[in-house]
């Protein structure tokens, strides 16, 4: 992989020809490795939307007054390769589609003529990816989904637990901390909301309170620091006035989209 960088920002890159071979890699092991329904962020279980009208329903149903939402911090840079390897050998037969994962993980980074294997984590940039990161945590999501008087989803590593008791949320959370210790993840502060369903939380964007659903004020945040983003970066390239305001009008445009996508689920 090679070190891209543009304003300022620096990222790591597959070329073309790798990016065909991974695509080819996971079609072929989409089948063989184990992924749970209430995962639902790869194809064919939902995606994002379906899960806010099911996370909707289900808070509409007064059934659960407890809520538990969080999500790991990094997830992808603290997933351990050696476990996913390890994974993959009792999943995958193939010796081809073993060595082309094994490459995967261990993958080098050229910086200026200088090269070096990060030592822990998997890239986001490729189709493998994501089937990897719902794959890993498949006996998380076994586990949770077994419960009995709970409400349970994930959306690659965004969590979301509902109870009908504090004493089952306390066990949940436990259990799931205990999850994330084994397997070196630790929750994100920032993003762990505890408590009753009627103080509010969000989910993939979306704020659920008893006064309805509304875009999350993170997600907020987010588009105000994106436009702003945006809007300088076209600025430092030497756009015009005009073509920068084309160019920040152009992403309301498609995050408004957005945003009423979401909220159509819940209505």
Known sequence: MQVQRRY???????????ALVLKWVAMQVTS?????????????????????RDVWQAVNRGAYPFVYRTDIRGYY?????????????????????????????????EDAGEFHTPEHGICRGCALSPLIGASLLHHVDEYFAAQENTFYTRYMDDFVLFT?????????????????????????????QLGRIENGFDWLGVWFSPEGASIAPRALENHRTRRARLYEHARAKGLTPSATEAKVRAYEARWNIWAEYQLGAVR
């Open 164 to 192: 009908r008791t504090r004493w089952q949320l306390r066990r949940a959370v436990k259990r799931l901390h205990e999850f994330f210790n084994i397997d070196g993840f630790e929750t994100h502060p920032d993003k762990t």
């Open 8 to 18: 300022g920002q620096s990222w790591v890159q597959w070329c073309a020809q790798d």
């Open 32 to 52: 063989l490795l184990p992924v749970h329904p209430r995962c639902v962020h790869v194809k064919g279980h939902g995606g994002g939307r379906p899960s806010v």
């Open 77 to 109: 840079r603290h997933i351990r390769k050696a476990q996913v390897l390890s994974q993959m050998r009792l999943c995958v037969g193939d010796p081809v589609l073993l060595g082309l994962i094994s490459q995967y993980l261990y993958y080098s980074v």
